[in-house]
C-alpha cells in the first residue's frame, strides 16, 4: 500500500488565496476594512465580458494650441474575475477601443484618424452596497494600453510604446444571485500615462483623461 | 460595516475618480515664436490654410527642360510635411489641374488658369514667384483659361530656364512652396529656406519654427 509522507511544513488544510498585486492595489484604492477571513469561500474563475464607451477624452492641450480630444469611443473586452474576500472581487480585462480623435482650436475641428487602443487590466471590486434590487460596487483597475493609428499628431506620434493606466468608478447592477448571470453598469474615471518616446521629443509628458462607461456580464 | 457605512462609499469612489481625473493634466505643448517675420512682404497680413486642410500640387513639367519639376516638387512636400505637429495640413500630389489647390508652372508654359481680374499677375522676370488673390478673408478660386471652375488658389510661376542646376530649381519650389503655405517673408538668413535668394534645399530649424508659429495664429485670410 502506498504511503504518502507530509513534509513538516506541508499542511492538509486548502490552500491560501493567492494575495495578487491586483488585491493589494484594492486594498490601496478603496480604504475599506478588509478583514482576514478563516475561509474564504473559493469560488470559481468567471468568465466576463464587456461593451464600453469612452467618453471626453482629453490628450493634449497648452497655450495657443489646438485641443487633442476624443468626444466618443467604443470598446469591447473579455476577462475572467474571481471573488477572493467576502466582498473584493479580482480580476484581469483584455480590451480594445477605438476612439476618433480630433484636433480644436478656436473656430475650427478637423479630424486627426482613429485611436487605437489594446490593453490589459487588472481589476479589484468591493462591494459597496448590496439591497434586496440594488447593489453597487467601487471598481479600480490598472494595466498597461498599446496606442496607435494617430501618427501624424502629437502626442500620438512621438509617443512612448507602452501607456500605464490607471481607472477608478463604480458599478451598479441587480444583486449577485447564484447561477444566474450578473449585469453591470459601470463608469470610470481613467486616465492614461502619455510617455514620451524620447528625451526631445516634442511635448511634456502628462496624462490622457477620459470617462469609462460599460455594461458588463458575468456569468 | 453596516449598510448606511457603505453607502457612504460611494460618494468617496466618486470623489477618488474626480481627483483622478483632475489630477492628471494632459500632455502640454507650447508653439515656437517666429524666427524671423512671416509678414514682412504682406504689410502685417497673417494667411495660411485651413487647419486640417489636405492641399493638393499640381506641377506641369515644362517640354523643353532638362530640369526635373517632379523630383523639385515630391521633396519640396516631403520637407513641408515634416513640420505640422497636429496635422494642421497635409499636401499631396494633385490627381489632376482642376482638383489641384497650387499648381507649380514654368513661364515657357501657356497658363493653364486666368488670374483674377482684380489681381494682376505680375512676376517681374523673377526664378520663382508664388499668386493669390485675396477677396473678403479668403483667397480666391481661379477659373482655368477655358473659364472652368476649379480649386485652386495658388500659382507658383518659375522661370526653369534661368536657373543654373537642379539644385537651383530644387531650393525655389521649397521657398515658394513655403510662401504657398503662409510664410509671407523673406529671412535675411542664407541657411534658411525662406531667405530671399534661396539655395537651401532643405528647411532649417528657423524655417520650421516659423511655419509652426503661424500655424497656431489666427490668420487675417485663408489660401
New interface residues.
Partial sequence: MARIRLSPSASLSPRPVPRTALTLLAAL??P??LRAQSAPEQLPWRFTQVAMASVSG?????????T?SSPVGAGLGIGLQRRVRPRLETGVILRALVSPVR?T??G?????GSLREVGAVGTAS??????QRVA?R??GAAGIAVLSGVD????F?ELAVISPS?????ALGAPPRAGRREWWFT???N?LR?GRASANA????????R?LLGVRTVR | MTPRLRIRIAPLALVLSALLVSACDAPTVARPMAAYSPTSLTNGQLYRWSSGSTIRVWHIQPADSTRDVFRATQLALAEWNAVPRLREYRLESATSLERANIVIVDRSTPLPLAPAASCPFDPRGSTGYTYFCVSGNRAQRLQSSSGAPTDVSVIIRLDVGGMASQAVLEAVVLHEMGHALGIGGHSPETADVMFGNPTARFLSGRDVQTLQFLLGERPQFTL
Fill in positions: 484604492i478603496f475599506l476594512p482629453t490628450f493634449l492641450e497648452g497655450p495657443r494650441i489646438a487633442v484636433a482650436e478656436a475650427a475641428s478637423w479630424s486627426l468591493v462591494d459597496g452596497y448590496t439591497g453597487l467601487l471598481e501624424g499628431a502629437l502626442p506620434s490607471v481607472e477608478a468608478g463604480v463608469a470610470r474615471a486616465t502619455l516634442g511635448f511634456t509628458e502628462g496624462w490622457g483623461s470617462v
